[in-house]
């Protein structure tokens, strides 16, 4: 069961967000140990595939049992 792309039968999306990551430690090398991650919007959803886009899953891709 999956979400299937209209356009190629892809079964990878990608969304761009924007969002804020708020850290609360960090080591010497200044890698992140512990962060909060806040998603403040989120943009057009894409077929990893072939790139076919749109405002929702439904959008570009259908639900196969």
Partial sequence: MSWK???CGGVF???TTKGKITI???NKKGELKEYE???LSYGRIACG???KKGKTIKEIAKWED
């Fill in 24 to 26: 609360t430690e960090m």
């Fill in 13 to 15: 999306f990608t969304q």
């Fill in 37 to 39: 991650e806040n998603t």
């Fill in 5 to 7: 792309c209209k356009k």
């Fill in 49 to 51: 595939d072939c790139g």
